[in-house]
């Protein structure tokens, strides 16, 4: 089934530790977002991509980097996780930027808890 | 700054009709969208609104009004199904979603 795959679906974390948060489409979409979803708050962009080979920040990139060396994986790093980070993380793609509906696919989230 | 408002929970009645309202303030407009995001999910598009009037698609409706600024997704014959968050998002000038927090409703039998 065509989609969206993050891994993993849930981590707990301590602080100061590395995390890559994994995100895979086979939909052949050439853009890709990081969102961070927090209880009272809409989604929030983290990162962004148009197409393989460029990134963007969106609005709460701090603490983030992120990487599309192809079209279908765009993988989300918290260098050094701190507890703010704690969050449900959503992967999504769109078939391009703008244009059309530009409707998101999303994938199913990545709960990340930092202690 | 950009903003949307939307009501924080809404509760209703199994077979009723609600209306969930949604006013923004975004630098530029190119859409605005509903998705529907049930408890642990992801969320899941519902609707796009870019021309003033109202969209229908089977139970539920979208309606927008650009110059007010304001939309409202309407949901008909409602079933415990339908028990979700509904978020709100509009298109800016650079082609970025901008996200409401998102409206609870609670379907009552």
């Known amino acids: 089934i065509a989609g969206i795959t993050q891994a993993p679906t849930s981590q707990i974390l301590a602080a100061g530790r590395r995390m890559t948060l994994r995100c895979t489409q086979d939909?052949?979409?050439?853009?890709m977002y990081w969102y961070r979803q927090d209880l009272g708050l809409g989604l929030r962009l983290i990162h962004y991509?148009?197409?393989?080979?460029?990134?963007g920040k969106g609005e709460v990139p701090d603490g983030y980097s992120v990487s599309r060396a192809n079209t279908d994986d765009f993988p989300l790093t918290l260098a050094s996780a701190v507890p703010s980070q704690t969050s449900v993380y959503f992967c999504?793609?769109?078939?391009?930027?703008?244009?059309?509906?530009?409707?998101?696919?999303f994938g199913e989230g990545s709960r990340l808890t930092v202690l | 700054g950009q903003n949307i408002d939307q009501p924080t929970e809404m509760t209703a009645t199994e077979g009723a009709i609600v209306q969930i309202n949604c006013t923004y303030q975004?630098?530029?407009?190119?859409?605005l969208f509903w998705y529907q995001q049930h408890a642990g999910e992801a969320p899941t598009f519902l609707s796009y609104?870019?021309l003033d009037g109202l969209e229908e698609k089977g139970r539920f409706s979208s309606f927008l009004s650009r110059s007010k600024g304001y939309s409202y997704l309407l949901l008909k014959e409602l079933q415990m199904k339908d028990s979700a968050s509904y978020l709100c998002?509009?298109?800016?000038?650079?082609?970025?979603?901008?996200w409401g927090a998102g409206t609870k409703l609670i379907i009552k039998p």
């Open positions: 999504a793609s769109s078939e391009k930027q703008g244009g059309d509906t530009g409707e998101l696919f």
């Open positions: 939909m052949r979409h050439n853009a």
């Open positions: 991509s148009n197409t393989a080979g460029t990134t």
């Open positions: 975004t630098s530029g407009f190119n859409g």
């Open positions: 609104n870019v």
């Open positions: 998002a509009v298109m800016d000038s650079n082609y970025q979603l901008i």
